[in-house]
């Protein structure tokens, strides 16, 4: 328990209300709102001291490996994922001097294949024409990675296939149980579940935080970011 700005004090048990009912209190409101915010970073905190460390420098070998060797790197998400996928791509072209490249980014290419071929082989298509090769990786940033059963992201699960088949690299970054990404993955990252009702927040802010990491990281580091080159 803790003590609030209003001397009350707030126990675990609150945590485990919905949020909603929460704020229909409105004698409350300022308890709450205090409650929900430390519990969420709290949560956050949790998260940050369980990521397993060997599972993020295996992707920054990866990543290495890649670019030594002259390979793209392909980006794949949806949703908030994808503008990860976008702001990495800047990260590792800049910072990492690494080719990279988000088929989201095209809108004009994701919206027409998905109209005129369907949404399951979007990613798929992307990379086959852009000449995939066993040079390159592809970098999967997804809450649930892909379930093919359950047809949640199976442009992600082709796109995986596809470049498991022309023995490209495969990395992750996603939540959950890791789904089909962890799978097939030769190094992935998973981020823990500390509450099932935050799944999805908690997973696609990690994936920042880890995608930030991975372009600090002295193996892959190759330009001084701005600020940090000022005097």
């Keep these: 328990m803790f003590q609030n700005q209003q ?4 126990g675990p048990e609150k945590w485990d209300e919905p949020y909603e009912n929460l704020k229909s209190r409105p ?25 397993d460390t060997d599972a993020i420098e295996r992707v920054v070998s990866l990543l290495r490996d890649t670019r030594a060797r002259g390979g793209r790197v ?32 095209n809108v004009a290419e994701l919206t027409a294949r998905t109209n005129d071929e369907g949404w399951s082989t979007v990613f798929e ?23 093919m059963e359950r ?9 995986l296939r596809y470049a498991k088949s022309v023995g490209a690299g495969i990395a992750g970054i996603v939540g959950r149980d890791g789904g089909f990404t962890a799978q097939i993955a030769d ?3 998973i981020i823990p579940v500390v509450s ?26 190759a330009e001084q970011t701005k600020w940090e080159s000022m005097p």
């Design 7 to 10: 001397n009350v004090l707030v």
């Design 27 to 51: 004698t409350k409101v300022h308890e709450n709102k205090m409650t929900f915010t430390r519990h969420y970073l709290s949560e956050t905190a949790a998260i940050a001291g369980q990521l």
């Design 74 to 105: 392909f980006i794949l998400g949806v949703g908030g994922s994808a503008a990860n996928a976008s702001h990495a791509v800047n990260d590792f072209r800049k910072i990492a001097d690494i080719e990279a490249y988000a088929p989201t980014d």
């Design 125 to 147: 298509s992307w990379l086959k024409v852009s000449r995939l090769r066993n040079a390159d990786s592809v970098l999967v940033l997804s809450v649930g990675g892909g379930d």
């Design 151 to 159: 047809q949640i992201s199976p442009n992600l699960v082709e796109a």
């Design 187 to 189: 190094a992935c990252v």
């Design 196 to 221: 099932a009702d935050r799944v999805t927040p908690h997973t696609e802010a990690f994936q920042a935080v880890v995608l930030h990491l991975i372009v600090s990281h002295p193996a892959l580091k």
